[in-house]
């Protein structure tokens, strides 16, 4: 008979659904449903539980397998803890009219939603306890702890986590269950005094006297708080296991005492998630705008610096102003153009965190919208642009300005060597006293200098030809070259007249002169214009050169080899002058004719031709050597244009196919954002990988610049092109990745699941026709037919949210914003002031230690420092405004 009480008990016990299924679990003991001490525990426990409600009716019970037999207080403890009428019970006394009274009872608890199972009005009527209990217990699981609710836990669950959170600070407290951890009576004390701190002096109680500490707590609990004293302290110490029912019939007593306390809190929460929010969200637009402010500084110091176009004055300057502008592209810009995708990646991050909490959109300073650092940014390259060309062509310039230097000053100290004492030559008047002959031979010498002079005006020509340039191409030594090229002219002019007036002068004498030696005349004119040609020779066998690539010096080539076809020629020429000599010695000799001195007419003698012939022999081999050299360094610098454009043909395609990659990538995602994040991160970490291509560009480009080599006809990709490509590269990557963060952040918060996001994707793609990223407006409006939206009143204001900026194209991002806002709730600002309401105790204004005390530490300061002073009819000293206050969360405002 017992074990058959006992099964049947058992199920009853499992079978009630006052719970959801999932958290039924076997509340009872099997060997401890005949315990004494447990029936002892549950009937002090349950009588004073019913006591404390029948009390409000004027009535009580004394024994309670006894009191509700006849059922009459047992419909009068439904009706008072429920507060509904339940039918008029039968006033007979015989046991029909019992067990009538005790099924309407256990029809209404039925009716609740509570299933009995083998359990009867008879076991009631007859006084069986364990079945009375059993019922009771019931009653109250339905109506004290079933809609107990604690971050959505229910029942038992959420009462024992509101207990774990309100005993969590005091110490050797630690409520894991109902019922050994209550046994040393702190965990009573500690939910008193958490709720009402006076009423117990926590510090002085001892985990070592647990009589003390349960007495302690059920005194105060029946004189302050109106809470009856259900359980013995001596049952509960004595036990080894006190039972669970009982304590959690006294715990939900203390729940619903504090319930008030619990609704506080639940405001209290629910403020701080707000004010925390706003919190981060003030710190991301401080970030934010330090940020902005610090890389729109850098690019204010570095434009006037890349817009200085002062030239310097040598190549050696200019080269280190190149040098320096390398490092500058180097070292200094890379960091920036990170900071740069960083603060739009924030920027993003930051708007996408104002929409999901329900706060307007992040409005930059002045001057630091991400467009106003994009206009900053695009001025700085241009000015980076405008400062290398300029760079190169002032280097071009210094070298064609060295080189036309070194030209004028030898071809300058030439001729300042070929008119040396020739004006003193002039001016002699030894026509005066010569014979005949000699003055004949006097006026052929004169002759020969005047085809000296003229052969050397083209010299002079080309000196202040070089000159001109100079002036003209800004050289800083132009007032030097200016003042020697003026002396050498007047010099010029000097020589021109001396020598027509020295020609005047023998003319007027030839008529005397009757004897010329023809042999001396006929080698005077064929030695000085061979002469000057092996002069003219020698100049251009020491010409420097400047070329650019190997056509230009493969042309100096063949011109040299030119010339040297024509020294056969010039050798029979030298042959034949000398000849001419030779034959004046030996018609001398042969006359015995004595000579008193050189050829008269002409000062080139046989020994200065030979010596000029070997001296071109002699250059020419050198000239040979300067142009093979000159021609392996243009092979060279071929070289590296040829190695620059090999990589830079393989760069440029890569960098353009990964760009369109991530295009096709962002339109075509498939998996979970998680999936697509971590391959997107796994695609960013191959580009990365393929830095060093870039580096090595890098190091080709210096190469080449370093040879001062100015153009590359191998390729169409130039180094500033292919920065400026992968720069976008790693930009545009990152805002990808960027982009599926913020659609994580906006189905997290939204409570969006994978599959409707695939939905929202499909939709969007399926009229992204041209597989820009974007909807136009005709493009979204179908769109949103097709999930169901109608009307262009509605389209446009769908339009207006989607699209404030008015510039027709529909992001995903915004698409999925406010799909998300359609479906989903958030919170807002009459929430908030809800919630300050409780806190304030229905008052219109908040008091600053109302808010310590129901907030954390540095949430409450942030509100008492940003709230206004209450003006209202009713307001006292220090009262505070929070209904502004949380208006201003949600709305325009200087938080």
Same mark, same amino acid.
């Given at each position: 008979?017992?074990?058959?009480?006992?099964?049947?008990?058992?199920?009853?016990?499992?079978?009630?659904?006052?719970?959801?299924?999932?958290?039924?679990?076997?509340?009872?003991?099997?060997?401890?449903?005949?315990?004494?001490?447990?029936?002892?525990?549950?009937?002090?426990?349950?009588?004073?539980?019913?006591?404390?409600?029948?009390?409000?009716?004027?009535?009580?019970?004394?024994?309670?397998?006894?009191?509700?037999?006849?059922?009459?207080?047992?419909?009068?403890?439904?009706?008072?803890?429920?507060?509904?009428?339940?039918?008029?019970?039968?006033?007979?006394?015989?046991?029909?009219?019992?067990?009538?009274?005790?099924?309407?009872?256990?029809?209404?608890?039925?009716?609740?939603?509570?299933?009995?199972?083998?359990?009867?009005?008879?076991?009631?009527?007859?006084?069986?306890?364990?079945?009375?209990?059993?019922?009771?217990?019931?009653?109250?699981?339905?109506?004290?702890?079933?809609?107990?609710?604690?971050?959505?836990?229910?029942?038992?669950?959420?009462?024992?986590?509101?207990?774990?959170?309100?005993?969590?600070?005091?110490?050797?407290?630690?409520?894991?269950?109902?019922?050994?951890?209550?046994?040393?009576?702190?965990?009573?004390?500690?939910?008193?005094?958490?709720?009402?701190?006076?009423?117990?002096?926590?510090?002085?109680?001892?985990?070592?006297?647990?009589?003390?500490?349960?007495?302690?707590?059920?005194?105060?609990?029946?004189?302050?708080?109106?809470?009856?004293?259900?359980?013995?302290?001596?049952?509960?110490?004595?036990?080894?296991?006190?039972?669970?029912?009982?304590?959690?019939?006294?715990?939900?007593?203390?729940?619903?005492?504090?319930?008030?306390?619990?609704?506080?809190?639940?405001?209290?929460?629910?403020?701080?998630?707000?004010?925390?929010?706003?919190?981060?969200?003030?710190?991301?637009?401080?970030?934010?705008?330090?940020?902005?402010?610090?890389?729109?500084?850098?690019?204010?110091?570095?434009?006037?610096?890349?817009?200085?176009?002062?030239?310097?004055?040598?190549?050696?300057?200019?080269?280190?102003?190149?040098?320096?502008?390398?490092?500058?592209?180097?070292?200094?810009?890379?960091?920036?153009?990170?900071?740069?995708?960083?603060?739009?990646?924030?920027?993003?991050?930051?708007?996408?965190?104002?929409?999901?909490?329900?706060?307007?959109?992040?409005?930059?300073?002045?001057?630091?919208?991400?467009?106003?650092?994009?206009?900053?940014?695009?001025?700085?390259?241009?000015?980076?642009?405008?400062?290398?060309?300029?760079?190169?062509?002032?280097?071009?310039?210094?070298?064609?300005?060295?080189?036309?230097?070194?030209?004028?000053?030898?071809?300058?100290?030439?001729?300042?060597?070929?008119?040396?004492?020739?004006?003193?030559?002039?001016?002699?008047?030894?026509?005066?006293?010569?014979?005949?002959?000699?003055?004949?031979?006097?006026?052929?010498?004169?002759?020969?200098?005047?085809?000296?002079?003229?052969?050397?005006?083209?010299?002079?020509?080309?000196?202040?030809?070089?000159?001109?340039?100079?002036?003209?191409?800004?050289?800083?030594?132009?007032?030097?070259?200016?003042?020697?090229?003026?002396?050498?002219?007047?010099?010029?002019?000097?020589?021109?007249?001396?020598?027509?007036?020295?020609?005047?002068?023998?003319?007027?004498?030839?008529?005397?002169?009757?004897?010329?030696?023809?042999?001396?005349?006929?080698?005077?004119?064929?030695?000085?214009?061979?002469?000057?040609?092996?002069?003219?020779?020698?100049? $251009?066998?020491?010409?420097?050169?400047?070329?650019?690539?190997?056509?230009?010096?493969?042309?100096?080539?063949?011109?040299?080899?030119?010339?040297?076809?024509?020294?056969?020629?010039?050798?029979?020429?030298?042959?034949?002058?000398?000849?001419?000599?030779?034959?004046?010695?030996?018609?001398?000799?042969?006359?015995?004719?004595?000579?008193?001195?050189?050829?008269?007419?002409?000062?080139?003698?046989?020994?200065?031709?030979?010596?000029?012939?070997?001296?071109?022999?002699?250059?020419?081999?050198?000239?040979?050597?300067?142009?093979?050299?000159?021609?392996?360094?243009?092979?060279?610098?071929?070289?590296?244009?040829?190695?620059?454009?090999?990589?830079?043909?393989?760069?440029?395609?890569?960098?353009?196919?990964?760009?369109?990659?991530?295009?096709?990538?962002?339109?075509?995602?498939?998996?979970?954002?998680?999936?697509?994040?971590?391959?997107?991160?796994?695609?960013?970490?191959?580009?990365?990988?393929?830095?060093?291509?870039?580096?090595?560009?890098?190091?080709?480009?210096?190469?080449?610049?370093?040879?001062?080599?100015?153009?590359?006809?191998?390729?169409?990709?130039?180094?500033?092109?292919?920065?400026?490509?992968?720069?976008?590269?790693?930009?545009?990557?990152?805002?990808?990745?960027?982009?599926?963060?913020?659609?994580?952040?906006?189905?997290?918060?939204?409570?969006?699941?994978?599959?409707?996001?695939?939905?929202?994707?499909?939709?969007?793609?399926?009229?992204?026709?041209?597989?820009?990223?974007?909807?136009?407006?005709?493009?979204?409006?179908?769109?949103?037919?097709?999930?169901?939206?109608?009307?262009?009143?509605?389209?446009?204001?769908?339009?207006?949210?989607?699209?404030?900026?008015?510039?027709?194209?529909?992001?995903?991002?915004?698409?999925?914003?406010?799909?998300?806002?359609?479906?989903? $709730?958030?919170?807002?600002?009459?929430?908030?002031?809800?919630?300050?309401?409780?806190?304030?105790?229905?008052?219109?204004?908040?008091?600053?230690?109302?808010?310590?005390?129901?907030?954390?530490?540095?949430?409450?300061?942030?509100?008492?420092?940003?709230?206004?002073?209450?003006?209202?009819?009713?307001?006292?000293?220090?009262?505070?405004?929070?209904?502004?206050?949380?208006?201003?969360?949600?709305?325009?405002? $200087?938080?």
């Amino acid at each position: 008979f017992c074990w058959t009480v006992t099964l049947i008990f058992y199920g009853y016990y499992t079978s009630t659904n006052y719970m959801d299924p999932r958290e039924q679990e076997n509340d009872w003991d099997r060997d401890l449903l005949l315990d004494p001490a447990w029936e002892k525990q549950q009937r002090k426990t349950f009588t004073a539980w019913c006591n404390s409600h029948l009390r409000k009716a004027g009535t009580q019970i004394e024994n309670i397998e006894e009191d509700f037999r006849d059922g009459l207080k047992l419909m009068l403890l439904l009706e008072v803890i429920s507060g509904e009428r339940l039918p008029k019970p039968e006033r007979g006394k015989m046991r029909v009219h019992k067990i009538n009274n005790v099924n309407k009872a256990l029809d209404y608890i039925a009716g609740k939603g509570v299933k009995l199972v083998s359990i009867g009005a008879e076991e009631i009527v007859d006084g069986n306890a364990k079945m009375t209990l059993g019922m009771i217990w019931t009653i109250i699981l339905r109506f004290a702890i079933q809609d107990i609710s604690v971050e959505e836990t229910s029942a038992k669950e959420g009462l024992l986590l509101w207990c774990q959170r309100k005993t969590a600070p005091y110490k050797n407290v630690n409520v894991q269950n109902f019922h050994i951890s209550w046994k040393d009576g702190l965990a009573f004390n500690a939910l008193i005094h958490r709720h009402r701190p006076e009423l117990i002096d926590y510090d002085k109680l001892r985990k070592d006297d647990p009589l003390t500490n349960l007495n302690n707590a059920f005194e105060v609990a029946e004189k302050y708080l109106d809470i009856p004293k259900m359980m013995d302290a001596e049952d509960i110490v004595n036990t080894a296991r006190p039972d669970e029912k009982a304590i959690m019939t006294y715990v939900s007593c203390f729940y619903h005492a504090f319930s008030g306390a619990q609704k506080a809190e639940t405001a209290a929460n629910r403020i701080c998630k707000v004010l925390a929010v706003n919190q981060e969200n003030e710190h991301l637009m401080e970030d934010y705008e330090k940020l902005a402010s610090d890389l729109l500084d850098w690019i204010r110091r570095t434009i006037p610096w890349l817009e200085n176009r002062a030239p310097e004055k040598t190549m050696a300057e200019m080269q280190q102003k190149l040098e320096d502008f390398r490092g500058y592209r180097r070292v200094h810009k890379p960091p920036k153009v990170q900071e740069k995708c960083q603060l739009e990646i924030n920027f993003n991050t930051l708007q996408t965190k104002l929409r999901l909490s329900n706060r307007p959109a992040f409005m930059p300073s002045e001057g630091r919208m991400v467009s106003d650092i994009n206009g900053s940014w695009h001025n700085l390259e241009g000015a980076e642009k405008g400062y290398e060309e300029w760079m190169l062509n002032e280097i071009r310039r210094l070298e064609r300005l060295d080189h036309l230097a070194e030209k004028f000053r030898q071809k300058a100290t030439i001729h300042e060597s070929w008119t040396d004492g020739k004006e003193a030559m002039l001016t002699q008047k030894d026509y005066e006293t010569a014979s005949l002959s000699e003055v004949k031979a006097l006026l052929r010498k004169h002759e020969a200098f005047e085809s000296d002079l003229a052969a050397h005006q083209d010299r002079v020509e080309q000196i202040a030809a070089i000159a001109q340039e100079l002036n003209e191409l800004d050289y800083y030594d132009s007032p030097s070259v200016n003042a020697r090229c003026q002396k050498i002219c007047e010099q010029w002019d000097a020589l021109g007249s001396l020598t027509q007036s020295r020609r005047e002068s023998l003319e007027r004498t030839e008529k005397q002169l009757e004897s010329i030696d023809e042999l001396y005349l006929e080698y005077a004119k064929r030695a000085a214009p061979f002469n000057n040609w092996m002069e003219g020779a020698m100049e $251009d066998l020491q010409d420097m050169f400047i070329v650019h690539n190997i056509e230009e010096i493969q042309g100096l080539i063949t011109a040299h080899e030119q010339f040297k076809s024509t020294l056969p020629e010039a050798n029979k020429e030298r042959e034949a002058i000398q000849a001419i000599q030779a034959e004046v010695q030996k018609i001398a000799q042969y006359n015995g004719i004595k000579l008193s001195g050189g050829n008269p007419y002409t000062t080139i003698t046989p020994k200065s031709i030979d010596n000029k012939w070997d001296k071109v022999e002699q250059l020419v081999p050198q000239r040979d050597q300067a142009l093979q050299e000159e021609l392996a360094k243009q092979q060279s610098n071929d070289h590296l244009r040829r190695k620059f454009a090999t990589q830079a043909n393989i760069v440029g395609p890569w960098i353009q196919t990964k760009m369109e990659e991530i295009g096709r990538i962002s339109i075509e995602m498939n998996g979970t954002l998680e999936d697509q994040l971590v391959n997107l991160r796994e695609y960013e970490q191959s580009i990365i990988e393929y830095k060093p291509n870039i580096d090595q560009l890098e190091g080709d480009h210096q190469l080449i610049q370093e040879a001062l080599i100015f153009d590359n006809k191998y390729t169409a990709y130039t180094m500033e092109h292919l920065r400026v490509g992968w720069e976008q590269l790693l930009t545009t990557i990152a805002r990808t990745i960027n982009e599926i963060e913020n659609q994580i952040l906006t189905r997290d918060a939204k409570g969006i699941s994978q599959e409707q996001l695939h939905e929202y994707r499909t939709s969007f793609n399926h009229f992204d026709k041209d597989h820009s990223g974007g909807l136009m407006a005709e493009e979204f409006k179908a769109c949103l037919i097709s999930l169901g939206y109608d009307g262009d009143a509605e389209f446009a204001r769908i339009m207006g949210i989607v699209d404030p900026n008015n510039s027709g194209v529909v992001t995903f991002q915004a698409f999925i914003d406010f799909m998300s806002r359609e479906t989903t $709730d958030t919170d807002t600002a009459d929430q908030v002031i809800a919630s300050f309401k409780i806190l304030a105790a229905d008052k219109n204004f908040i008091m600053a230690e109302e808010l310590r005390r129901e907030l954390p530490p540095d949430q409450a300061e942030y509100c008492i420092a940003r709230m206004a002073p209450y003006s209202g009819p009713d307001a006292k000293p220090g009262a505070l405004d929070y209904m502004s206050f949380s208006t201003a969360l949600y709305g325009e405002s $200087d938080l």
